[in-house]
């Protein structure tokens, strides 16, 4: 994973890192948001304005770069600061395997802990959890570390919980070149991860969850007001380019 500031983009200049072009690393907006190509950061301002939500700071993405110019990132999330450098929203990027790319947009409040949000589920990502489910997040922003936890749950309380952590470290060629070297298929990887998962669910028996074809494709976006209490995890922000280089973990209740 790798943190970037949409800010800085055009001042970035590593050889192995491209920026909407070809390369053996890029980040291209036509991967993200929309997929029109325009500059990521005007999207996203672009969406936190239809929102009410005030801007004017740096905004962050972490996310997976492509690799040779193939990338499939199931979650991209991007930290929105206001003009006094505190945090003001996040927003979830989240790309099933339909095609379907869906951004929940959540206004954060400036606190030196954890950043706990929450919204209905809205968009069709896995074909084992129906629509009637809710989603709890739970944050560590950018610093030394990163970590996003993410619970989905239904009225009988959590289905799944997701999460990921990484420590950060310089934006470097060397960095670069050792995940190139580590992930020269790192969507491949992500694909066969997930359709693994889907192969283990499906060999316990878990039924198809059924649902309407609107929900599973199109680029849509959700603005989701609402805050869940979760449990501390807490770190304090910092506006940096890095590299993180983490770990997730899933379970699933049967």
Same mark, same amino acid.
């Given at each position: 994973?790798? @943190? ?5 983009? !055009?001042?970035?200049?590593?050889? @192995?890192?491209?920026?909407?072009r070809?390369?053996?690393l890029?980040? *291209?907006?036509?991967? %993200? ?21 005030? =801007?004017?700071?740096?905004?962050q993405?972490? /996310? #997976? ?12 999330v991007?930290? /929105?600061h ?5 945090? /003001? ?5 989240? $790309?099933? =395997?339909?095609?379907g790319?869906? /951004?929940?947009?959540?206004p954060? *409040? ?13 968009f %069709?990502?896995?074909p084992?959890?129906? #629509? ?16 996003? $936890?993410?619970t ?6 959590p ?9 950060? *470290?310089? @934006?470097? $060629?060397?960095?670069?070149?050792? =995940?190139?070297?580590?992930? !020269?298929?790192? #969507? ?6 997930i ?9 316990k ?9 609107? %929900? ?5 976006? =959700? @603005? ?16 940096? %380019? ?13």
């Amino acid at each position: 994973m790798i @943190l970037f500031d949409l800010g800085e983009l !055009p001042s970035l200049k590593l050889p @192995l890192l491209a920026i909407d072009r070809f390369g053996p690393l890029s980040l *291209e907006a036509r991967h %993200h948001l929309a997929g029109d190509g325009l500059p990521l950061k005007a999207q996203v301002e672009r969406r936190l304005a239809e929102a009410g939500i005030g =801007t004017g700071g740096p905004i962050q993405l972490l /996310c #997976m770069p492509a690799v040779f110019g193939q990338v499939f990132n199931p979650l991209s999330v991007y930290f /929105c600061h206001g003009e006094d450098g505190a945090l /003001c929203a996040i927003l979830y990027e989240v $790309n099933n =395997t339909f095609g379907g790319r869906h /951004c929940y947009v959540l206004p954060a *409040e400036p606190d030196e802990g954890p950043v706990t949000q929450g919204c209905a589920k809205t968009f %069709h990502v896995s074909p084992f959890l129906d #629509m009637d489910l809710s989603y709890a997040f739970t944050v560590e922003p950018p610093g030394d570390r990163v970590g996003i $936890n993410v619970t989905v749950s239904d009225a009988q309380g959590p289905l799944l919980i997701t999460s990921f952590a990484g420590e950060a *470290e310089p @934006l470097t $060629n060397v960095a670069l070149a050792s =995940t190139l070297l580590r992930h !020269p298929l790192l #969507m491949v990887e992500v694909l066969a991860g997930i359709h693994w998962e889907a192969l283990k669910m499906l060999l316990k028996g878990i039924p198809f969850a059924p649902t309407a074809p609107e %929900h599973a494709v199109g680029v849509r976006s =959700t @603005l989701c007001p609402s805050h869940h209490d979760l449990p501390p995890l807490g770190l304090a922000p910092s506006h940096n %380019h890095r590299n993180a280089d983490g770990h997730r973990d899933a379970s699933v209740r049967d």
